[in-house]
């Protein structure tokens, strides 16, 4: 076992078990799931029209089978259903509006747990407004709608008894550029443990243990008091990840997370990504296709307002079977 596995397991062992007042149970009928018209977002896959699901690519080496992810604290369990059968986040027929504007043409997609998933194509084809559907974030958008279904852990997230700000505690999201708050450095990572019922002890344990996940502690261990905002961008970024893993999500949204970074912090990040992906369901845009053969088990192309292809990374980059995606991946199609 390696020092990071090591110290995480000294802290879990060291953690106390404490029941959250606001706790999050996604679940419902799946009739009355049905009739729901989400206020979310989608991408259109080939398949849409036939009204079938892409399903996970077959990733070789992934952890965990498709849908299955890691057993979680009492206080910590909000998605459950899940099973060995079944990806754990998956869209159905979703067709996204702004105002009147369709942006996506319904998409059908399974993402399986514990791998990485990439989301490729264009400025404008989708990727975002795709990711953000999975934890909610246009709902912010007053001329935001979309018909159809987003369902994580095999539970519709937009059923009307569903609060997307716990929802959000279990979804991740890390921005394309860092935003820490101005707090302390620990203030930030212990800011989303609020209300979970843990003591100060408690938090400052899972604060460190979040660090280690993050690559960050050995580097900010001795000023955990100091500003946030003096950090350097590739450490406030690793941050943003740390304050996100802090309250233990099952998924970690990642739009474009290195392409505000150097090089050198963008290769940090990326060896984060390869340990995250161990015991989340990763879910990354990136207009580098480098980055995003090198890290993601599957991947998904979109183009106009449809995902054209979706399977494992090695086939989409080195045997595509859609034109338009060889174009895309070999730089013939910008």
Same mark, same amino acid.
């Given at each position: 076992?390696?020092?990071?596995?090591?110290?995480?397991?000294?802290?879990?062992?060291?953690?106390?078990?404490?029941?959250?007042?606001?706790?999050?149970?996604?679940?419902?009928?799946?009739?009355?799931?049905?009739?729901?018209?989400?206020?979310? !977002? =989608? /991408? *259109?896959? %080939?398949?849409?029209?036939?009204?079938? @699901?892409?399903?996970?690519? &077959? #990733? !070789? =080496? /992934? *952890?965990? %089978?498709?849908?299955?992810?890691?057993? @979680?604290?009492?206080?910590? &369990? #909000?998605?459950?259903? *899940?099973?060995?059968?079944?990806?754990?986040?998956?869209?159905?027929?979703?067709?996204?509006?702004?105002?009147?504007?369709?942006?996506?043409?319904?998409?059908?997609?399974?993402?399986?747990?514990?791998?990485?998933?990439?989301?490729?194509?264009?400025?404008?084809?989708?990727?975002?407004?795709?990711?953000?559907?999975?934890?909610?974030?246009?709902?912010?958008?007053?001329?935001?709608?979309?018909?159809?279904?987003?369902?994580?852990?095999?539970?519709?997230?937009?059923?009307?008894?569903?609060?997307?700000?716990?929802?959000?505690?279990?979804?991740?999201?890390?921005?394309?550029?860092?935003?820490?708050?101005?707090?302390?450095?620990?203030?930030?990572?212990?800011?989303?443990?609020?209300?979970?019922?843990?003591?100060?002890?408690?938090?400052?344990?899972?604060?460190?243990?979040?660090?280690?996940?993050?690559?960050?502690?050995?580097?900010?261990?001795?000023?955990?008091?100091?500003?946030?905002?003096?950090?350097?961008?590739?450490?406030?970024?690793?941050?943003?990840?740390?304050?996100?893993?802090?309250?233990?999500?099952?998924?970690?949204?990642?739009?474009?997370?290195?392409?505000?970074?150097?090089?050198?912090?963008?290769?940090?990040?990326?060896?984060?990504?390869?340990?995250?992906?161990?015991?989340?369901?990763?879910?990354?845009?990136?207009?580098?296709?480098?980055?995003?053969?090198?890290?993601?088990?599957?991947?998904?192309?979109?183009?106009?307002?449809?995902?054209?292809?979706?399977?494992?990374?090695?086939?989409?980059?080195?045997?595509?079977?859609?034109?338009?995606?060889?174009?895309?991946?070999?730089?013939?199609?910008?």
């Amino acid at each position: 076992m390696n020092v990071f596995r090591r110290r995480v397991a000294e802290l879990n062992g060291r953690s106390a078990t404490t029941a959250s007042a606001g706790t999050l149970t996604i679940g419902g009928s799946a009739a009355a799931a049905a009739s729901v018209q989400t206020r979310g !977002a =989608g /991408a *259109a896959v %080939s398949t849409a029209a036939t009204g079938s @699901v892409a399903g996970p690519p &077959a #990733v !070789a =080496g /992934a *952890a965990g %089978s498709p849908g299955t992810h890691r057993a @979680v604290p009492a206080e910590d &369990a #909000v998605l459950q259903g *899940a099973t060995d059968d079944a990806p754990m986040v998956a869209t159905e027929n979703l067709r996204p509006f702004y105002g009147n504007h369709e942006v996506l043409k319904g998409v059908s997609l399974a993402l399986p747990g514990r791998s990485l998933t990439a989301l490729i194509g264009p400025s404008g084809c989708g990727k975002t407004t795709f990711l953000r559907t999975l934890n909610r974030m246009n709902d912010h958008i007053p001329a935001f709608r979309a018909e159809g279904k987003v369902m994580v852990g095999g539970h519709d997230i937009y059923a009307p008894h569903v609060d997307p700000v716990l929802l959000r505690r279990r979804v991740g999201m890390v921005f394309q550029r860092p935003n820490p708050f101005p707090l302390s450095i620990l203030a930030n990572v212990t800011w989303g443990l609020r209300g979970h019922g843990l003591s100060r002890t408690e938090q400052r344990e899972r604060a460190e243990e979040s660090l280690i996940k993050a690559g960050l502690w050995d580097e900010v261990k001795d000023r955990l008091r100091d500003p946030a905002l003096a950090l350097s961008g590739g450490q406030q970024q690793r941050l943003c990840i740390a304050r996100a893993l802090a309250v233990r999500p099952d998924v970690l949204l990642m739009d474009e997370p290195t392409s505000a970074l150097d090089p050198r912090a963008s290769a940090a990040i990326e060896a984060l990504m390869a340990e995250l992906k161990k015991e989340l369901t990763v879910v990354l845009v990136s207009h580098n296709m480098h980055q995003a053969a090198r890290v993601s088990d599957g991947c998904a192309f979109f183009l106009h307002g449809e995902v054209v292809e979706y399977g494992p990374t090695k086939q989409i980059f080195e045997n595509p079977r859609d034109e338009r995606t060889s174009a895309y991946v070999s730089g013939r199609l910008a």
